[in-house]
């Protein structure tokens, strides 16, 4: 995709608040851009660099909280915690990956559902950490103030979907720049021979270990705003496992290792599940997770590497169409 029709899609995304004013659609269409970013924060490491990882949630949770407890008991503002977050994200899952790395298949994945879930029970049953109140089990309220962008806060919609809108672009492009990096090529290597990787001199455990920090950090901004879109966390949702999943199967089901698998996993899927959602109101209840997952399904079967790797012949040359990313 060019520049120029990158922008153009950009664009034609912020200008959606103008035709859209229901704060439900606007909600629903924010929570998509932001699956959609944390699933291409979950594909730098899954993705690009081969490593399976079913934990993210660790770094999702770790940011909404680090955020939220400088924010309600140090006064710090939400923009200097979400830098705070990132950085302690992207610390724990490089401290994660030192030893982890050295594991191979289901191994490393087993391994990081382990961590996930230890932060998670960590987190419902401590009141203290450090003299900080964590209050265990029954999350954080962050107090409403209103109209205050300059502290991540608005009475308006459009301008969560827009924060997240730009959270998003930013992964797109990073992980575009990344890709074309030598860096890219090494986790491209190691992605698909770690052993015919390391043979040709690649530094695998670094070149891992910054993708770790790199997705890790990136996850852990997504907490943030998510912390400050709802205004309150609880460790049963912030570090559960079907978050860590969800990031993993709309990367996966988009194309991981592409630079847009994870958005178009997020619009095969979840933009199904929630419009059903919608749609069906009280009367059907749980009939978006029935469309989820037979949208999942049909994903699968139809694109088994995924709707990014999905190739089409020309009419009339017969040549197979290149994938750009």
């Known amino acids: 995709m060019t520049s ?24 629903v269409a924010t929570l998509t851009l932001l699956y959609a970013y944390l699933a291409s ?64 298949g289901p191994y490393y ?6 961590f996930a879930e230890l932060t998670r029970i960590g987190v419902m049953n401590t009141r203290q950490f450090l003299g900080w109140d964590v209050r265990g089990a029954r999350g954080l309220l962050i107090p409403s103030i209103g109209q205050a962008p300059l502290r991540m806060q608005s009475l308006h919609k459009a301008f969560y979907f827009e924060l997240a809108l730009a959270l998003l672009t930013f992964a797109i492009g990073l992980s575009a720049w990344l890709k074309r990096r030598y860096l890219g090529h090494q986790w491209a290597a190691i992605r698909e021979d770690e052993q015919a990787a390391a043979c040709l001199g690649i530094n695998v455990l670094k070149a891992k270990l910054i993708a770790a920090f790199l997705s890790g950090a990136l996850t852990a901004v ?33 194309g991981s290792g592409t630079v847009w698998g994870p958005v ?27 469309l ?6 049909v994903v699968v079967m139809a694109f088994p590497q995924g709707i990014a790797g999905f190739r089409w012949r020309g009419a009339r040359s017969g040549r197979v169409a290149e994938d750009p990313t």
């Open 41 to 104: 924060a979950w594909n730098i490491l899954g993705g690009f660099a081969g490593q399976f990882s079913l934990g993210h949630a660790a770094f999702f949770g770790t940011g909404a909280y680090v955020a939220t407890m400088l924010q309600l008991q140090k006064g710090v503002n939400p923009w200097m915690g979400m830098l705070v977050a990132a950085a302690v994200g992207g610390f724990l899952s490089v401290l994660l990956g030192v030893p982890s790395f050295r594991l191979r």
């Open 264 to 290: 178009l996993g997020v619009l095969a899927l979840r933009s199904v599940a929630e419009s059903a959602q919608w749609t069906s109101g009280s009367n059907f209840r749980g009939i978006h997770l029935l």
């Open 292 to 297: 989820y997952g037979g949208a999942m399904m």
């Open 109 to 114: 994945s087993l391994t990081t559902i382990a």
């Open 222 to 254: 997504g907490g943030v705003f998510y912390a400050q879109l709802v205004l309150y966390i609880d460790p049963a949702r912030v570090f559960g496992l079907d978050m860590s999943v969800e990031m993993a199967v709309l990367a996966l089901v988009g």
């Open 4 to 27: 120029v029709r990158l922008a153009a899609l950009i664009v034609l995304a912020a200008s959606l608040p103008l035709f859209v004013r229901d704060a439900y659609l606007l909600q």
